[in-house]
Nanobody, 127 residues
Framework: QVQLVESGGGLVQAGGSLRLSCAAS????????MGWFRQAPGKEREFVVA????????YYADSVKGRFTISRDNAKNMVYLQLNSLKPEDTAVYYC????????????????????WGQGTQVTVSS
């Protein structure tokens, strides 16, 4: 089992940057595929990015490709999400998620594929 705690959200102007962190408990953190999702008011939870534990591959939603970067530090049990060139439409609660399954191309983009979730951190981008 793993517990996830996100931090680093806040209010930023359009074009600005934020770095989100996800701290994971447990000694088997490296055994999980990790992902970030976001949810805006009145909308469904949306895939942002995922990283595979098998080969370290990273997979981005088209809407954030080139602007967001995921990284993980297995020694520190941490996953990070660097958000650059932020837009008002990036405003949402951002969630860190972990999956004990080895996720494929479609699975990694589905919230139901993930076993554990953090409480979320709010990102607000003003225009």
């Amino acid at each position: 089992q793993v517990q996830l705690v996100e931090s680093g959200g806040g209010l930023v102007q359009a074009g600005g940057s934020l770095r989100l962190s996800c701290a994971a408990s447990g000694r088997t953190f490296s055994s999980y595929d990790m992902g970030w999702f976001r949810q805006a008011p009145g909308k469904e939870r949306e895939f942002v990015v995922a990283t595979s534990r098998s080969d370290g591959g990273t997979y981005y939603a088209d809407s954030v490709k080139g602007r967001f970067t995921i990284s993980r530090d297995n020694a520190k049990n941490m996953v990070y999400l660097q958000l650059n060139s932020l837009k008002p439409e990036d405003t949402a609660v951002y969630y860190c998620a972990a999956s004990s399954s080895l996720l494929g191309k479609y699975g990694r983009r589905r919230p139901l594929s993930y076993d554990y979730w953090g409480q979320g951190t709010q990102v607000t981008v003003s225009s």
